[in-house]
């Protein structure tokens, strides 16, 4: 199998992609297992954290890394947490303090639309001048009671439409088909096929 660091060390994202691309005959490895630390994510776009993570994961390891950045944007709070949805809270890390804190914000608030974005940068290298770039949507609202022991993060309480769940309740298969991360692998897989 071929190696692939994940620019991560959230063990349910780890999961998912190890799931996911386990059919292409890569070995998704956590950057942790090479102590590669957290890198910074100084930007305000998804799509620039990924590329540094990517990049970051990367240089230490010799190895093609795949970053992603992710994370709910709520319409009521002009895209708020965003880029910042990990760490909404505070730190150090907490899905608890997250979801008190957007909870706290939607207080009184009658518009509760809500997406996850999940952009995906693979980096064969370093180096690379044209790294593999997708992205994903996954269109929701949020609820004030949590739901379900599934997922991570937000999901208790992101209602997902004309299913009835939460992002936490769905099965893990149909939450890997319609959800942000998805859709962004799925493209990603596509690119795969193609050879990149």
């Not at 990924?50 to 390891?61: D, F, G, Q």
Request: proline share 7%; hydrophobic share 40%.
């Amino acid at each position: 199998m071929k190696k692939l660091i994940l620019a991560s060390g959230n063990a349910g994202k780890l999961r998912e992609f190890g799931q996911l691309l386990a059919p292409f005959d890569f070995e998704v490895l956590p950057q942790s297992a090479f102590d590669v630390p957290e890198a910074d994510e100084p930007h305000v776009t998804f799509v620039e954290n990924a590329i540094a993570k990517a990049r970051h994961a990367a240089r230490l390891t010799g190895l093609p890394a795949l970053a992603d950045d992710s994370g709910l944007c709520v319409t009521a709070l002009g895209g708020a947490p965003g880029v910042f949805s990990a760490r909404y809270g505070g730190e150090p890390k907490s899905d608890a303090r997250n979801n008190a804190r957007l909870l706290a914000a939607l207080a009184g608030v009658g518009d509760r639309r809500a997406h996850y974005v999940a952009v995906l940068v693979l980096m064969r290298h370093a180096d690379d001048p044209q790294p593999v770039v997708t992205e994903g949507e996954w269109h929701g609202e949020i609820i004030d009671t949590p739901r379900g022991a599934g997922g991570f993060g937000y999901d208790p309480y992101f209602l997902v439409p004309g299913t009835g769940c939460t992002a936490a309740e769905l099965p893990q298969e149909e939450k890997n088909r319609c959800s942000h991360r998805g859709k962004a692998l799925a493209q990603l897989i596509e690119r795969l096929r193609l050879g990149m």
